[in-house]
């Protein structure tokens, strides 16, 4: 089966057979580590491991759920970890049972062990509700960024004057973004070391209660931006933190489930803050306060931040990081909260700690941050997460996100119907990322962004475009069809891919690393494109600007083909080997898909598959050739060494 760029869906068995490139020393160090982190137990004898599972029960006083462990560990031991996430075939699954093959479990804990698999939404009821609260955690994070955008059509009446109007504006929205970057994102690691997951969720949603409703009582454009800028502090750490502590609190089954959530609830809460701002905009000012309208579009943005502080308490702490801190006993106990048997919640503790125990283990001596950029696999992976974050911002999304109001305004709107018009954006950007859910692990990252990236950027020139036609309803007609289409087309593609695409391409011993550098990217250029869109607006009127970002559209997607890497369907040791392929054998290859497609659907020709793989290993071979060549030279004229 083939796609339209010609690359062939079906090689993924044959990286092993004899099509895989030979892959240099250091990524195969680095593949022997991520063979060992996917699965420390795997090889270990049944007695060696039931001595192993002794002794950690007596050194960390578990002695009194020792047969749980041991059963546990049974089964940890059959756990393929990303295998089974994202082929849950059933011939694969049975052949690992550990319980089909020794006679220790119950009836009760075989039927909880086949719903993993059978039944995976099937989940306890604390399991729910840190899903529900880490949705609703995802929800402040839209309405943190959108309630800004109704509200800045009325705050700059009251504060900015029109000469400097462009400029201020921009600084004011792009405050928590500059927080972010530049300060907040780098307090995730300390404020989980210190506070854990739980109670830095607590922190960061009492923060954003706070600097919301602080918001909510500024007197002036700089206060208005104080405030902002100290909403970052609750940006941050919680969009980091949040996607972890439903990942390490879910089983592995709906793990990827839960990531892809964060983006499809973080849409929610930008439609919630749309809806909020139009609800709000005719509230009367009253007892003396100027402004009350946008005063409550801003405060309101607190309100799920402070739900969720009512719920932090009563949910279940993340068992990994408990573990990290050798509280096994705690972490036993929430882990039996959020799954249905001791002997689930015994192999998590024991499998959780055999990886945690490998990690560390691999981490001593080793400059991770260097050999991120070092080494030629973790180097293509860093410009692939980064080119997908960049692109997140340039492809012009939060321009809408932000601007839609002011824009719709521009285009001929009254200020009601503008915000009407925005709640329709944050409508469609949530409806939509629904089908990524499917399509994410079916279609491919690269290839739905390959797909979206060019519809993008024709809707970005449409609504550009639009402001030249004289007729208001036609101009206005233009503007909304033009933002909507490209909302149907970034938000299963570029809103989804970005954060799943960076979790899941660096090796697991630099993820957290890669993860803080790949977050950092994309709230820098964030903060870059909230802060320069009014004045590049004012200067190269709508039509230049949308231009700007619609060509940056194009470049993306020259970028995204020829540095961005297939990752659908992949296991841990095969990513190695996709990022292991040379960065200009990857371009090379893109090049010829383009070649294919001009083929097969402009000149209706029936060109060959253009396969990644096979290209690797010719040029492999090739490479291997020259070497002869300049030996045997070398040898002729003696010239060789030794």
């Known amino acids: 089966m083939s796609n339209i760029y010609g690359s062939n869906s079906r090689h993924d068995e044959r990286t092993y057979n004899g099509y895989a490139p030979q892959v240099d020393r250091r990524t195969r160090c680095i593949g022997d580590v991520t063979l060992n982190l996917e699965n420390p137990l795997r090889g270990i004898a049944l007695e060696h491991l039931m001595t192993d599972v002794e002794i950690f029960a007596r050194e960390r006083g578990l002695m009194n759920i020792l047969d749980d462990l041991k059963k546990g560990a049974l089964l940890a031991q059959d756990s393929q970890g990303n295998r089974i996430l994202h082929y849950p075939c059933s011939s694969v699954i049975d052949s690992l049972k550990a319980y089909k093959r020794y006679n220790y479990y119950t009836d009760a804990d075989i039927k909880y062990l086949e719903d993993e698999v059978h039944n995976k939404w099937s989940q306890t009821g604390a399991l729910y509700y840190v899903v529900v609260m880490s949705s609703l955690a995802a929800a402040i994070q839209g309405m943190d960024e959108t309630v800004v955008n109704g509200a800045q059509l009325l705050y700059t009446k009251q504060f900015v004057s029109p000469s400097r109007d462009s400029w201020l504006v921009g600084v004011v929205n792009s405050a928590p973004y500059l927080c972010c970057a530049t300060f907040s994102c780098w307090l995730t690691y300390p404020m989980n070391q210190w506070l854990g997951r739980r109670k830095t969720i607590f922190v960061c949603c009492l923060i954003s209660f706070v600097t919301c409703i602080w918001s909510a009582l500024t007197g002036s454009w700089w206060h208005l931006f104080i405030a902002r800028f100290f909403l970052g502090i609750g940006i941050g750490p919680k969009s980091a933190t949040v996607p972890v502590y439903a990942a390490e609190c879910s089983p592995a089954a709906i793990r990827g489930a839960l990531v892809m959530m964060w983006q499809m609830w973080t849409a929610f809460g930008i439609f919630l803050g749309t809806l909020v701002d139009l609800a709000f905009y005719y509230v009367p000012d009253a007892g003396g306060i100027n402004g009350l309208n946008w005063r409550l579009m801003l405060a309101s943005a607190g309100i799920p931040g402070l739900i969720v502080c009512l719920q932090a308490p009563f949910a279940p702490e993340s068992p990994r990081w408990l573990i990290s801190k050798g509280r096994y006993e705690d972490a036993f106990n929430e882990l039996c909260r959020l799954r249905f048997s001791r002997v689930q919640a015994a192999r998590d503790l024991y499998y959780i700690h055999v990886l945690l125990e490998a990690e560390n283990e691999m981490k001593k001596g080793r400059n991770r941050l260097v050999e991120m950029f070092t080494i030629p696999r973790n180097r293509n992976a860093a410009l692939a997460s980064w080119i997908v974050m960049f692109a997140q911002q340039f492809c012009g999304v939060n321009v809408i996100a932000y601007y839609s109001s002011n824009i719709f305004s521009q285009s001929g709107f009254s200020d009601p119907a503008a915000l009407a018009a925005s709640l329709g954006f944050g409508a469609l950007n949530w409806l939509f990322a629904l089908p990524a859910v499917f399509t ?203």
């Open 440 to 642: 994410i692990d079916t279609f491919g990252r690269r290839n739905l962004l390959l797909t979206t990236f060019p519809c993008m950027a024709i809707c970005l020139l449409l609504t550009g475009s639009a402001f030249w036609i004289t007729s208001k309803n036609g101009r206005l007609a233009g503007v909304t069809i033009g933002m909507y289409l490209f909302t149907i087309f970034y938000s299963p593609g570029e809103g989804p891919v970005p954060f799943v695409y960076s979790a899941e391409a660096f090796p697991l011993y630099i993820r957290d690393i890669g993860m803080s550098f790949a977050t950092a990217t994309t709230w820098f250029w964030n903060f870059t494109l909230s802060i320069t869109w009014p004045s590049m607006s004012s200067a190269f009127k709508p039509q230049g600007a949308f231009g700007w970002y619609a060509g940056w559209c194009m470049i993306l997607w020259v970028l995204i083909l020829l540095c961005v890497r297939e990752t659908k369907g992949k296991t841990l040791e095969e990513l190695d080997q996709v990022f292991a392929i040379p960065a200009k054998t990857h371009a090379v290859y893109g090049v010829r898909q383009i070649l294919y497609g001009v083929k097969k659907y402009l000149l209706f020709q029936n060109p060959p598959l253009v396969d990644l793989y096979e290209m690797a290993v010719e040029n492999e071979k090739n490479n291997i050739g020259r070497m002869g060549t300049r030996n045997d030279g070398a040898h002729l004229t003696g010239t060789e060494d030794g």
